[in-house]
């Protein structure tokens, strides 16, 4: 049993392929593709050299078994059951630090586990949130980072009108666009502001505090970056929000962040224990342990904790050989080319796309009306079984990826049906996009609510069946953008009903 004990983590390592596989690619890609996640890679790194810079103050901890090994494990195995119905990579990847948590307790005991809590809890600032989650934030930080900014281009004696997130200077309008939220400064630096509040030697409470003001620096800084921008673009003209201009002016924003971060540290120290830099950086306070381990005959938690791991391996296969096959056939295909007055036109989606999406059934038509100039674009993506990869591309996230801007986003109601409203803008181009979720015969707008509800009914009645069903105007005149709207509402009215007869309902 000791030798088990001593070489049991290599069934972990086995099992985090099988359980965390798509996940781990997951958090690879945004890491790979998405500059504000870049700094994701580093992240394992720096937990890697804080548990090897302890390991001796481990290995002389180390020997008992806590009963929060197996309780953590648990708790992180039902969020990745709970991650692969719902289909919320984020999910997953956070039960993933659960269990390194679980398994540490049950492995080492308490008093070595502790000594890790710090380098594994690290590991959460390496994921990324959920898209949908991204979009709200990017949002508020876009209507902060703009009203502060207005403040200050006015103490420059400026000025300025702010219209949702465009300033108007006048002579020449700034969008402030999801790019210039602050979200690719806020979260890199969240991530610095814990691991310097982990080797700050102080406080508690000053710790807590370095890592909080995190928030407001990034805030701070993005706006008075967007004063400067709009200072430089009247004097020498829009040459200073393009290329590699803007990119300068992204990468001195995050280094006075960084700037900020030390000076209020150094301020906090001076203010209190006058002590040197040299002083109040390491590696930590330092642990007095027993100069030897101690074999625990507590085998349980390591017993259950890998009982634990066998349960969930099993229950994954068996989730995602569980198909609905009492679903009736969508035939998306045979959607009726004419409704009313609009006359449709299949369009083709490239196979690559197609095989990216995975959907079950699809349809894509362009519609014309003989007295408008402007084509109706009706898309609906229906998946029998939602998984994870394997389910509908919010178009908060596609839109972006696609080159495109979002100027502004709202929910709203169609015919007492909600809706989410988006105008998207792309090197002049405008359109308006509305979109909503048909899940197992109810129309949902809110993706909070979309991921909860996929978790009740598997639960439930065993479907996770789900379609996204988008409809896009172009935007002709900005002028006559109310009339694009009435236009698409129309259009809604009228075809809403009838991919709704395409769709599973909630009989099934």
Not at 122 to 144: D, G, K, S
Not at 194 to 201: E, K, L, Q, S
Not at 222 to 251: C, F, K, P
């Amino acid at each position: 049993m000791t030798a088990f004990l001593r070489y049991w983590p290599g069934v972990f390592l086995v099992a985090i392929p099988f359980l965390y596989s798509d996940a781990l690619l997951n958090l690879w890609e945004r890491w790979s593709t998405e500059t504000e996640y870049g700094h994701g890679i580093l992240i394992p790194l720096v937990s890697l050299y804080i548990a090897w810079d302890r390991r001796e103050q481990i290995l002389r901890r180390a020997g008992g078994a806590s009963g929060w090994g197996p309780l953590l494990t648990l708790l992180a195995l039902l969020a990745l059951i709970a991650g692969e119905i719902s289909a919320l990579f984020a999910l997953k990847q956070v039960s993933l630090v659960l269990l390194l948590l679980g398994l540490a307790y049950a492995w080492l005991g308490a008093p070595a586990a502790r000594l890790l809590n710090a380098p594994i809890l690290i590991l959460l600032f390496a994921i990324p949130p959920p898209y949908f989650l991204e979009a709200v934030l990017t949002a508020r930080l876009q209507l902060v980072s703009s009203e502060l900014g207005v403040v200050f281009i006015r103490w420059l004696g400026m000025p300025v009108f702010l219209s949702g997130n465009v300033i108007d200077l006048g002579v020449v309008q700034l969008e402030v666009v999801e790019a210039c939220s602050g979200l690719r400064f806020l979260y890199p630096l969240m991530s610095i502001g814990f691991i310097v509040a982990y080797f700050y030697r102080a406080h508690w409470s000053k710790r807590l505090l370095v890592f909080l003001s995190t928030v407001p620096i990034t805030v701070l800084m993005n706006s008075l970056r967007i004063a400067l921008t709009a200072l430089l673009v009247e004097r020498y003209g829009q040459v200073m929000v393009e290329g590699t201009v803007h990119d300068a002016e992204g990468w001195l924003t995050f280094g006075g962040c960084l700037v900020l971060l030390f000076v209020e540290i150094l301020l906090l120290e001076l203010l209190t224990t006058r002590r040197s830099v040299l002083d109040i950086m390491g590696t930590g306070t330092t642990v007095t342990a027993p100069p030897h381990a101690t074999q625990s005959n507590r085998y349980w938690p390591v017993a259950v904790s890998l009982a634990l791991l066998i349960l969930a391996g099993g229950g994954l296969r068996l989730l995602a050989n569980i198909q609905h096959t009492d679903l009736p056939d969508t035939h998306l295909s045979l959607f009726p080319n004419q409704l009313g007055d609009w006359h449709g036109r299949s369009m083709e989606l490239d196979p690559d796309v197609v095989r990216k999406l995975k959907f079950s059934d699809h349809l894509m038509l362009n519609y014309q009306r003989s007295d408008l100039p402007e084509p109706v674009n009706l898309y609906v993506a229906f998946y029998a079984n939602q998984r994870n990869g394997e389910s509908p591309h919010s178009p908060r996230v596609c839109i972006p990826g696609g080159g495109w801007e979002i100027e502004s986003f709202e929910r709203t109601e169609v015919d007492g049906r909600p809706v989410n409203r988006v105008l998207i803008s792309r090197e002049g181009q405008k359109q308006l996009v509305y979109y909503w979720f048909a899940e197992r015969g109810t129309v949902v707008a809110n993706e909070y609510v979309k991921k909860w509800m996929l978790l009740r009914d598997f639960i439930q009645t065993g479907r996770s069946d789900g379609a996204l069903v988008r409809v896009v105007i172009p935007v002709v005149d900005n002028f006559k953008i109310e009339q694009s709207e009435n236009t698409l509402r129309s259009f809604i009215a009228l075809a809403h009903p009838v991919v709704m007869q395409y769709l599973p309902d909630s009989s099934y």
